[in-house]
């Protein structure tokens, strides 16, 4: 997708320039086409982290415990929740992009 529509300027500062803008604060994008590139990579990140989380939480639980008492029951707790708060950020991210949020 990238390569296809991509327009290779012909200097190097004419590419960086609009990168610049946007670091500087003079503008509030680089344009609206890497907006929308950005915004779907970090949607794959987010897919991604839904779930590997999910996969994280469900393996915590399926763990045979060596030593089953208080602690280690209260250390699985805590991974579990760990795994679970991954899911639930990514999904709120997902729906911020959905939404049009600005970041």
């Known amino acids: ?6 327009i290779v300027p012909e200097s ?3 590419a960086l320039n609009p990168w610049r ?7 509030h994008r680089i344009s609206i086409n890497n907006e929308l590139m950005w915004r779907g990579v970090l949607q794959q990140v987010c ?39 991954q899911v639930i950020v990514a999904d709120a991210v997902l729906t911020s992009i959905k939404d049009g949020v600005e970041f």
């Open 1 to 6: 997708m990238f390569c296809e529509s991509a």
């Open 47 to 85: 897919r991604r982290l839904i779930e590997e989380g999910c996969r994280g939480k469900a393996k915590v639980a399926g763990v045979k415990l060596e030593l089953n008492n208080e602690w280690t029951e209260w250390m699985r707790s805590n991974i579990e929740t760990l795994w679970g708060e």
């Open 21 to 27: 803008d946007t670091l500087l604060g003079v503008t």
């Open 12 to 14: 190097g500062e004419d």
